[in-house]
């Protein structure tokens, strides 16, 4: 099934893809990646472009001005082994980005947007999709800007059924999403609200999306993408694997920290969790996360 590990700034770093990567997404993609911090080498910046060691993620990328991304792509991208296409964040709702014209701010300025995906393109030495949602206010300018994605070269459309006013509130319209997909030649991976396997099976049943990408349902649960329920055995195994590997990545410290969100995520809807929880943030390094996680474990066993 063609399921895709959404973009999420703060999770789908190199350690959480590997993780994915064992249940076998389609494909996975990086936290957006600001051109134009790269454009003047910040250093934080140029370590999210370390080559992908799985097969198929893309690298997800947003800017304001298209000879800044044109730049960068020449530059800098198109020397990076490893990702398979480059994907223009046209949705992101952060006030801080719309303002700048860039993630969602591009649905209201689509002159700008048709720029930067025609420059990227032309520019790039592999496929350039756009991520975007349904529209700004309660409009579907996303329509608009697919079809003009498509007229300046995308490869392919992902489409988030929500507005920018919505954020992450309500509910994602997936009648647009399948409308949108009928109304273009490119392909187009449908996003929101997709929590299960079966939902995913649903979505794609209309067969008019090339795939669905899952988000907020793949945060603590890479099991998600295999439709599997974990045992807490399993559970605390991959959450040691994961914490190894930002350690590995990241350094003692800020390893620690980077955890910290997705060692809440992990133990989401677990029982009698709420102690072990506080504990988890505390935890100041490897051996007391262990300890942690084990004691819990006993204590589902003998209560
Ligand atoms: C914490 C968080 C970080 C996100 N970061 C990005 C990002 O870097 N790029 C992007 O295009 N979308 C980003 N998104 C949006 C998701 O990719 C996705 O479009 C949205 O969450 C809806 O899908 P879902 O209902 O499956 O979560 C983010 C969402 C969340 C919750």
Redesign the pocket.
Known sequence: MNLYL??????TDPCYRAIVDDFHPAGMVT??VSMRALYYKDKKTLKMLTPPREKNTSL?IFGDDPQIMETCVREYLNHLPGFVAFEI?M??PAPKIVKSRSGSGLLLDQDRAFEIIQRVKEAANRPVGV?TRKGFHEDELGMDLALRAQEAGADYLVI?GRTRDMY?EGK?DWDFIHRLAREVKIPVYG????FTIQEARDRLAAKDLAGV?????AIGNPWIFQGIQPSLEERIRVMMDHLDKALAYYGEKQGILEMRKHLLAYMKGLKSCKEVKVALMRAKDREEIRQILLNYQEDQIHP
């Open positions: 959404a973009p999420l700034a703060g999770y936290e957006m997800q964040n949705g992101c991520k988030h992450y994602s996003n929101g609200d997709i990408y899952i988000g907020r349902g």
